[in-house]
């Protein structure tokens, strides 16, 4: 099984500041990672795919990169609507597809 | 702009048989894999398994034993049934499309185990 390691758990950020949350996986899964922002009381949504393709509806102040095992997930000019647990997930080995434990945003 | 209604039963005994169904609205059933992720109370995202219209499955080997997962071509409905549940088991399900990335989510179902 894949483990996926976020980090931090908690990021408490200002407006207008940017977030950088990082995702880490225990082996190499190329490009095959999936961020999903889930708002409080809601279901997670589908943010980025493929490790940088944004997912509809997010503007392009949301951006992920990275490959192989090092991803990072950045959030400009941050805005209070933003505040959510962030989750990566690979779907590079069905056996199980695996989730990080969420990078928990707070805004200041 | 498709759209995902799940529903099932909310409280369970241990040992009984979790069921729940999700149907699929203004899309698309074919060309998709269809799944299931459930949410523990307080706690992170667990995939649990995903079936495609040609009945292709692919199941957590840590639920495998105890997870059926189906599909109604003729309702455009899919389902989950766990067995022998446990207070473990407690948690918010979501139905979602697509493996892989999943871009459609359920509003999800709470399911509390508990004698």
């Known amino acids: 099984e894949i483990v996926m390691t976020q980090s931090p758990a908690t990021l408490s950020v200002s407006p207008g500041e940017s977030a950088t949350l990082s995702c880490r996986a225990s082996?190499?899964?190329?490009?095959?990672l999936a961020w999903y922002q889930q708002k409080p009381g809601q279901a997670p949504r589908l943010l980025i795919y493929?490790?940088?393709s944004r997912a509809t509806g997010f503007p392009a102040r949301f951006s992920g990169s990275g490959s192989g095992t090092e991803f990072t997930l950045t959030i400009s000019s941050l805005q209070s609507e933003d505040l959510a647990v962030y989750y990566c997930q690979q779907y590079h080995n069905w056996l199980p597809y695996t989730f990080g434990q969420g990078t928990k945003l707070e805004i200041k | 702009q498709v759209q995902l209604q799940q529903w099932g039963a909310g409280l369970l005994k241990p040992s009984e048989t979790l069921s729940l169904t999700c149907a699929v609205y203004g899309g698309s059933f074919s060309g998709y894999y269809w799944s299931w992720i459930r949410q523990p109370p307080g706690k992170g995202l667990e995939w649990i398994g995903e079936m495609n219209h040609s009945g292709s499955t692919n199941l957590n080997p840590s639920l495998k034993s105890r997870v059926t997962i189906s599909l109604d071509m003729s309702k455009n409905q899919f389902s989950l049934k766990l067995s022998s549940v446990t207070a473990a088991d407690t948690a918010v399900y979501y139905c979602?499309?697509?493996?892989?990335?999943?871009?459609?989510w359920g509003r999800g179902t709470t399911v509390t185990v508990s004698s």
């Open positions: 979602a499309r697509g493996g892989r990335s999943m871009d459609v």
């Open positions: 082996q190499s899964i190329n490009s095959n």
């Open positions: 493929g490790a940088s």
